[in-house]
């Protein structure tokens, strides 16, 4: 059987992120996010330009082992290896620093 978690990248979308977002992190000013860019499990999506948002910031998800994406954290330079993000992915994904 395979784990949901190593195929995740194959079916993430900015929809799914962004029903996550609003579950997990409500905001007063609505966010809008942009296509994701995933590895492995580990995604980053950063939000459009809207007039009540008007500064992009990432946004940091990560799958867990049941397939399941959660909000880690958010900002526009994003200590990754921190949230738990491997190095190697850390610096495939804009915004991350490690």
Known sequence: MTNPAATACEHVTRQQLQQVLEAD???SAPVVLGEPQCKESWAM???????VAPQPTGYLFAVSSQGFWHYI???????CTANGV???I??????CRT
Do not use: F
Request: a negative charge; hydrophobic letters at 30%.
């Open 90 to 95: 850390a610096t495939m994904l804009r915004g």
């Open 86 to 88: 491997p190095a190697d």
């Open 25 to 27: 992190h409500g905001s």
């Open 73 to 79: 954290t958010q900002g526009s330079a994003i200590d």
């Open 45 to 51: 999506a950063w939000s459009e330009h809207t007039d």
